[in-house]
């Protein structure tokens, strides 16, 4: 039987919680008090990392923290997926880097995380030896040198915040100083999975290279803890604009009711969502998947039921590379002559007049 351990864990600093993390299939055993079938095939094929304070909020074998980072045998399974469901390596001009949208790539600069989520869409690479190297860093460096049409630079991996911060500020210093480089933004799940790693010295550090902004990883409300809002403080306190990537996760957080409370709590930690991810077809995560109709009908018991700065924009990435679209609810039911017929938040029938301003009608052909 498993015994949470909140707030048990003894560890000084986060490389010594990243040090103690369960990695090996005799550890979580001996932990859980139970046994998981093909434990060590599993691991073996997408390693784990569980750090002691993640490993703190779970409080059952069948929980939400549980199910997202301990390993489950239908991993393994011949389901559907892509081993690369984004098709990032064929939009990849140097290993590493993805530059699919024109004024803006992603960077991969480090291939380890706090926690290795099950459902991640980069589970062929994270956690693996040799994907991010120092050559990997110096080319995508050198590309993004190169090509000025980039104003938007997203630092991703794994997790940028498991470098060590001056490692991490040698790759944002020399962004900085290229003068096509508008914007830097970190990926990072950090302020939810190790919060201990938000230090004053780590943000100190990346609010010299202003404008950074973060976007950080929750699912669900039981992730927003004191230690998080703490990280969550000292990041907007240094004037970094924080944003969320949810992913939405059968079983995690695929309800109305989870989903309110951690919008809201979020936005309480000073964090605005900005994407909900339909999750991604990555090979091993089917166990995960939802309807896209669950993902509408989340976005749509959000809007207007609470603040508008707790909805996130409700995101599916296109398998294959197409980019991503937003699926969002419709209010818009048709246009009626002169009005648009519409429905409001709560369902009602309302009709918008419209009023002929324009005057030419080669303008309004799209009616
Ligand atoms: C998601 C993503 C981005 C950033 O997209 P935004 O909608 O600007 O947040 C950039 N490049 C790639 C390859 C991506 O997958
Ligand atoms: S933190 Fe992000 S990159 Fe790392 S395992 Fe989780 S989802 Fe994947």
Not at 34 to 42: D, T, W
Not at 64 to 82: A, F, H, K, N, S
Not at 313 to 332: E, R
Request: charged share 25%.
């Amino acid at each position: 039987m498993y015994k949470p351990l909140r707030d048990q864990h003894t560890a000084k600093n986060w490389k010594e919680l990243v040090a103690r993390s369960i990695q090996t299939a005799d550890q979580l055993q001996v932990l859980l008090g139970q046994g998981i079938p093909y434990l060590e095939n599993i691991i073996h094929r997408y390693p784990m990392r569980i750090n002691e304070y993640y490993l703190g909020l779970m409080e059952s074998t069948e929980d939400p923290i549980y199910m997202q980072c301990v390993p489950d045998p239908r991993e393994l399974q011949q389901g559907p997926g892509m081993v690369d469901p984004l098709a990032e390596e064929k939009h990849s001009p140097v290993p590493g880097l993805t530059h699919r949208y024109p004024d803006r790539v992603l960077f991969l600069v480090s291939n380890e995380c706090a926690v290795y989520c099950r459902f991640c869409n980069r589970k062929r690479k994270v956690g693996r030896k040799g994907i991010v190297t120092p050559n990997t860093i110096r080319e995508g460096i050198a590309y993004i040198k190169a090509n000025r049409q980039v104003r938007d630079v997203l630092l991703s991996g794994g997790d940028p915040f498991l470098l060590e911060t001056e490692e991490l500020e040698e790759i944002i210093a020399q962004l900085r100083d290229m003068p096509h480089i508008e914007i830097i933004r970190i990926g990072s799940r950090v302020p939810c999975t190790l919060p201990q790693r938000i230090t004053p010295r780590l943000v100190r550090m990346i609010s010299k290279y202003h404008p950074v902004y973060i976007n950080t990883h929750f699912n669900h409300p039981r992730e927003i803890t004191a230690e998080a809002s703490r990280a969550c403080a000292l990041l907007a306190d240094a004037g970094i604009p924080l944003g969320c990537q949810t992913v939405l996760l059968k079983g995690v957080n695929d309800n109305r009711e989870t989903m309110a409370l951690l919008m809201r709590g979020l936005v309480k930690m000073r964090v605005r969502p900005y994407y909900l991810f339909q999750c991604d077809q990555a090979k091993g995560t089917s166990h995960f998947w939802t309807h896209p109709q669950k993902g509408v009908d989340i976005i749509a018991s959000l809007i207007g039921h609470t603040s508008g700065i707790c909805v996130p924009h409700y995101c599916i990435d296109l398998p294959g590379g197409g980019g991503k679209i937003l699926h969002m609810p419709t209010y818009v039911e048709a246009y009626e002559n002169n009005a648009l017929a519409v429905r409001n938040f709560e369902g009602k029938r309302w009709r918008y007049p419209i009023y002929e301003f324009i005057a030419n009608k080669r303008e309004r052909s799209w009616l």
